[in-house]
Every structure is written in C-alpha cells, then in structure tokens.
C-alpha cells in the first residue's frame, strides 16, 4: 500500500481533488480494508455491507486472516463469499450453525464464524443454531437480525415486529397466528455454554463502534475458547422497508430498538449484564 | 488555516445511502445531486473541505467502505518527520488505523 | 495383517471406518443401525475423531459438509427416513464436490414403514434422491466382510473423485453377525488444496459452494460434474458373477439378496437347470456393458431380477438387456427376505412359461 504524500495524492486524483498545497502534512487514518475483495451488491445503506466491513477490519487486526473460516447463509448474503478474503463455505439454508460446527470441531484452532440472517437462523435453522449453542460450539455467530426477509421480496421473518407489513402479513404481524417475535440473544442467553451474547446495530457512529467492539470481542473470546459467541445486529432493510436508509434508521429507532434491546446479555467474567433480556 | 481534516469518497463505490452526510457533525459532506458514477447512484462528497475535523464518523457509519479519512499531523511534525503521536493512538475512536509512513 | 473377528455388520463398519482413518463422524440414532454410532461412542477414547450425536440427520449431513468441505475424512450412517433429511444436504455436497462417504442401512418404507431390512431405497440411491443432475458413487455390501472392504472403498473412491460415495447395506446385513477379516489400521494422509482451512497468503481463498446464478457458469459446472461421473462410469463398475458361463437363466440381485439368490442357483443346478447369478457390486455406476453382453449370449434365455422391493433394479436390468431377452421380476417387501427354495421355485416356474407366484408367508 501507497503511504502519506504518494497515497494522498492519488486519493485525490480518484476523488477529483485538485489543490494538493493544503493536503500536505496529512496522515491516514482509516481507509477501506484490503480484505474486503470488491464492491458488493448490497442495496444502499444496508447494515450487511457495514458488518461485513468490521468483519474484515476485525481480522485484519487481529491478523487473523490466515485462520478464519466463514460459512455464509442463503438469503441476501449469499454471496457473502465474493466481498470477504477469506476461505469460505456456502451452507444450505439454515445450516450454518451445522456446518460451522463440522468445521470447528475438526479444526478447533482455527477461527470459525457463521452469518446469517432471521429466516436462516431463527426460522429453518433455528434447530441447528439451538443446539450448536446448547452444545457451546466455539464459534461466532454473526446474526443480521432486519426483520424481514430481504432475498426473496419481503416476507415475513420470525422477527418481524407484530403489526409490521410484509409481503405475507399485508395487514400486518398477527401475533395469534403468527406467534410473537423471536428475541434470540435472550434465547441463546439461557444456554450455560454460550459465553458471550450481544446486540448491537449500526445506526450511527458510536453504536457501530460498538458493533465492531463486539465482534472483536467475540473473536477474542473464541480463541481463547469460551464456548458460543452471539453478535446480533438489528439491521434495517430499506429495500423490503420500502423506505430510503436515512428513513430505515428512524424505523429502527421508533420500533426496532424498544423490542430487540441492544446491549450485553451475557458475558465471561460479568455478572450483571446491561439489557433487560428477557 | 486548513482543516484539522480530509476525506476522500470513492465515487464508484459510494451508492449515495446518505449516511455519512447525516452523521457528520460539521456537515461538511453532501450527497452530489447533480451528478451519478457508473452505477446511476449519486455518491457523497466533502464539499466544505474547510470543516472536517477528522471525526472518522463517515468513514465508520459508511456501509460500503468508500471512504478514506486523512487527519492533519501535529504542527511540529508537518515535514513528514516521525509523528509524536500521530500514528497508532487514540483518536477520534476506534477505526481502522491505516499503517503511516513509519509503521508500514 | 490385520484381525479376524465375528462381528456384527454396523459394528464391523464402524471399526473400518476408524481403521480407515475417520476424522468426524456425525449421525442419528435409528434403527437399525444405531451400533454404529454407539460402537464410535464406545471407542473414542481410544482415538481422537470427532463424534456428534446430532440433533438430526439434517443438522448430521450439513456438519458433513463442513467438516469434509474442511479437508476432513468423514461418515455418517444413517437409516430410510433419516437419509431422505439428507438428501438436500447431499446435493450440496455433490455440487460443492466435497468427499464424504455415507451408509445407508434401508429398512422397509415406504413412511416410517418397518425397522425390518429392505432394498426400496435402490432408486433413491442410485437415481438421484436429492435434486438436480448429480450421482452417488453406491456400493452394494452383500456381507459382513464386504461392509469393512466397502467402506475403505468408498473412502478411497470419495477423495479420488471428490464426490459423496456410499454404502446401500440393509438392516439384515446391519444386524448379521460373521466372521470378519479387518485391516490394519491406515495411515490416512490427505491432500486436498481446495479444502477451507484458512487462506495463508500463498493462495487464493476458496470457497466452496454450489450457487451459480448465471446460467451459462450453472451450465459449464454441470458439464463439468456430468465429465467426472462419466470417468467413474468408465473406470469404478464392479460385479460378482457366480455360474454365469453356461447359465440359461440368469439371477439379478444386489445386496442381501444375492446372498439368498446364490443358494437358489445351487439348488437349480443340483435339479439339473442351468442357473447363474449376476451380482452388481456398484449399483452405481451400474454395470450395464457386462449385463448388456450376457443378455447377447445365444444360451440365456431370461433373466429374473430379485430383490426385496417393488421393483426397482430391474429398471436398469431391462435397460441393460435393452429388449434382447425377457426380463421379470420378483420382490417382496415389508422385509420378508425371500428363501433359497422360493427363488428356485419362481425361476423354475418361468422357464416352464408359469407366471411366478408370490408366496404366502
């Protein structure tokens, strides 16, 4: 990589500037990750794109590039795979937690996540992602929680909110047929061999800062082999939202947050934890 | 007097979510609504380049990595020299610290 | 040299697969072959392969897909209904090409049918089971001995392929108990640069997956999958032959029932009717060249195909024969295993041009 004056200069040209004078004496000081492998497809906005990018940041801190295995869900992050520099398995819907543990038990040294989204985790998968916790599998699982299931154009997802509009709940969530919305950190909580349960989100600088604290705590806490890490994301969808993703953050202030509760549900070494989990 | 701050936004890899001109806290940044990359999407720009103090917020809230933020060295050390403390310390939180000069 | 032991089926199979080098095993108690899991259970303190007892076989098949897709010698065993879970699971694996070996040790069906052996799932095996254009790599045990030399097969040929390979046992063969012959234990040394370790920088990642969404790359990996199973097809048909050189009616059968059907060939030929059998070992790929051949032979008159079933190997039976001679059929299902004498007795009713009856049990 290109440092100081050089690199300046040519992010400049890329960017059109032109008076490189008043650039001179400057130092970088956060730039796109070299482990993130191309533009992805993404829909603006979208917290998918951000995680991704605090996954990649994560490891490439943790120089951790040459050991971390992911396994990547059906659902809009298929294609996970092509965006992160690192080997990756494509798992049948729902099976992440399955295959992530087929990889991990062979290879407990090495770091394994699994990425998922609501219907791949909480609905199909829910069976795998259970007992992958009950039994503490030592991986990290990574839960795009947006309520919705984006891929397919908008249906309804365990963790729609009650009264919110899908595709398949056009008046919206009926709790009576559809059940309530699935609270999985405070699921996966109960579990003794989970050892770290946070949920976070990227609304804004600090709550991203802290989404990316969690991450890096989870991979600090798997390799030192503590059991089940849980990082949920509440993430938006304008997409399926049908909204703009200025507008997705005020959905997710207004309704998001009071429901999915963000903050520490459980971990090592801490007795009190900061949500009401439930 | 320059700005404590630069940001450049990659054009082709911004896809105008406008999160970063809402976050910004001098509102230095737009969104560039008289023009489109390659993708028909309009991309943010800093258009008031005298005001960024290299907060880093836009270069964390932005989803897609597009943008590089540069912070101006201490005074002292602006002819490029070792850095006091301009490489690998605290600063405006925790983003990713690129390798400087020094470091790489 | 290896050891002589009198063991059961299952439990002979998993003591191979440990010989063989087994590095995970993930499976679902069901009868009837729930030894195996329990056997793995029992000695692996002795060794250090992974065993979990999964929450499914579907949950069971995707953890074989991790670890093998991680480079990892791996089995599962499973029974009917717990293979169907698989077979999604399967056809990632076959797209994603990552070896595994499977057991499928059928019972009667269809349903939850009956915990008693039988040979329906020949179809599912050998013609697909899960979906899209893939094959399994199917080997046929008719015995105890043949479950321990099957399942070093089908190790070697999954990481020669890089292809799901399995055993079509039944619970009968499962339960029997014989004198075996085990092997000693290998050493078991894989190369497999596509595995997802962990990328150092001297490569690319990899990844594995099965998702083509562009038609034309959907097309090329197809056509790349249908290459390599046509190179099992030229290279991996194996078949068991026993009277065929002067034989006037010809025995088909696989597995179990070519054990019965073997004794029916004895019994034919001591009252004085020119029996033989034709045993296929890989049911896939299915021996059709040689059957093919038999049936041009100007001394065989038909052929009978026995199995305990509806009727489903006969299907490749009458491909293979490809109209030259009569092809019939004979099954029986529930898992009623026919008798030596019964089989003799429709193979004679044939040749004298009655119509085999089913006998009452």
Redesign the interface.
């Known amino acids: 990589m290109r440092e100081g004056k050089e690199w300046i200069e040519a992010k400049d040209a890329e960017a059109g500037g032109e008076d490189k004078e008043a650039r001179e004496g400057y130092e970088l000081i956060y730039r796109r990750t070299p482990l993130l492998v191309t533009r992805n497809r993404y829909c603006p906005g979208c917290f998918h794109s951000t995680i991704h990018k605090f996954l990649m940041e994560v490891v490439e801190e943790l120089d951790i590039q040459e050991k971390t295995i992911g396994v990547c869900p059906v659902g809009c992050s298929v294609f996970a795979y092509e965006y992160l520099d690192v080997d990756m398995q494509e798992a049948a819907h729902g099976r992440a937690a399955a295959v992530a543990t087929g990889i991990k038990r062979l290879h407990p040294d090495k770091v394994v996540f699994s990425y998922q989204g609501d219907g791949d985790l909480a609905a199909i998968g829910i069976a795998e992602t259970l007992h992958a916790c009950n039994r503490g599998e030592n991986f990290t699982f990574v839960f795009i929680n947006n309520g919705i299931y984006g891929m397919t154009g908008g249906q309804m997802a365990p963790t729609t909110l009650e009264g919110q509009k899908s595709t398949t709940s056009p008046y919206g969530r009926d709790i009576k047929t559809a059940g309530a919305p699935l609270k999985m950190c405070e699921i996966v909580s109960h579990f003794d061999a989970v050892a770290y349960v946070e949920r976070v989100t990227c609304n804004t600088p600090a709550n991203a800062r802290k989404a990316k604290r969690a991450l890096k705590k989870a991979f600090e806490y798997q390799i030192q082999g503590l059991g089940t890490t849980f990082i949920e994301v509440a993430s938006n969808c304008p997409s399926q939202w049908k909204c703009t993703p200025v507008q997705s953050l005020d959905w997710l202030k207004d309704k998001v947050y009071p429901y999915y509760q963000l903050g520490v549900f459980k971990e090592p070494g801490k007795e009190k934890t900061t949500a009401q989990g439930k | 007097m320059p700005a404590k701050g630069y940001v450049g936004i990659d054009k082709e890899m911004c896809k105008g979510c406008n999160l970063c001109v809402i976050h910004c806290p001098t509102e230095c940044l737009a969104l560039n609504t008289s023009d489109t990359n390659s993708y028909g999407l309009h991309f943010a720009y800093l258009v008031d380049e005298e005001k960024c103090i290299a907060c880093m917020n836009c270069g964390i809230i932005c989803p897609d990595a597009a943008v590089t933020v540069y912070r101006m060295r201490k005074r002292k050390d602006a002819a490029g020299g070792a850095g006091a403390n301009t490489a690998g310390t605290g600063g405006a939180g925790a983003g990713s610290r690129a390798q400087t000069g020094e470091g790489a | 040299m290896g050891e002589v032991k009198l063991m059961k089926g299952n439990e002979a199979l998993a003591e191979a697969a440990i010989r063989a080098g087994l590095?995970?095993y993930?499976g679902y108690p069901i009868t009837p072959q729930s030894e195996v899991i329990e056997y793995l259970a029992r000695e692996e303190p002795k060794h250090n392969y992974?065993l979990?007892q999964?929450?499914?076989e579907?949950?069971?098949v995707?953890?074989?897909?991790?670890?093998?897709?991680?480079?990892?010698r791996?089995m599962t065993t499973t029974s009917s209904p717990g293979f169907s879970l698989m077979q999604?699971?399967i056809s990632?694996i076959a797209c994603?090409q990552i070896p595994c070996v499977f057991a499928n040790i059928v019972r009667g069906g269809p349903g939850l049918g009956t915990i008693q052996p039988s040979q329906s799932d020949y179809n599912q095996a050998t013609k697909g089971g899960g979906h899209g254009d893939y094959n399994l790599i199917v080997l046929a045990p008719n015995s105890v001995q043949e479950m321990v030399d099957h399942c070093y097969l089908a190790f070697e040929l999954a990481d020669k392929y890089r292809s799901p390979a399995m055993l079509l046992s039944d619970g009968a063969i499962g339960q029997m108990m014989e004198k075996v012959m085990l092997p000693e234990p290998m050493e078991y040394k894989p190369d497999k640069p596509w595995a997802?370790?962990?990328?150092?920088?001297t490569r690319e990642?990899?990844?594995?997956?099965?998702?083509y969404i562009k038609s034309e790359t959907m097309e090329d990996k197809n056509r790349e999958l249908q290459r390599k199973f046509q190179r099992i097809r030229e290279n991996e048909v194996r078949y068991d032959e026993y009277k065929m050189d002067d034989a006037e009616m010809v025995i088909t059968a696989f597995g179990l029932t070519s054990r019965v059907a073997k004794k029916a060939v004895d019994i034919g030929r001591e009252a004085g009717l020119k029996l033989g059998m034709f045993r296929p070992i890989t049911v896939w790929p299915y021996p059709y060249d040689r059957l093919n051949e038999i049936a041009g032979r100007k001394g065989v008159r038909f052929f009978c195909s026995v199995e305990m079933n509806a009727g489903q190997m006969v299907q490749d039976v009458k491909l293979a024969v490809c109209g030259m001679k009569p092809v019939h059929f004979y099954g029986r299902m529930g898992g009623i295993v026919p008798t030596p004498q019964e089989i003799f007795e429709v193979i004679r009713d044939i040749s004298e041009g009655k119509e085999p009856r089913i006998k009452e049990s």
């Open positions: 590095q995970a993930f992974v979990i999964a929450e499914s579907v949950a069971a995707n953890m074989m897909y991790g670890s093998g897709g991680a480079g990892g791996v999604e699971g990632y994603a997802t370790v962990g990328k150092p920088k990642r990899n990844i594995l997956t099965s998702l």
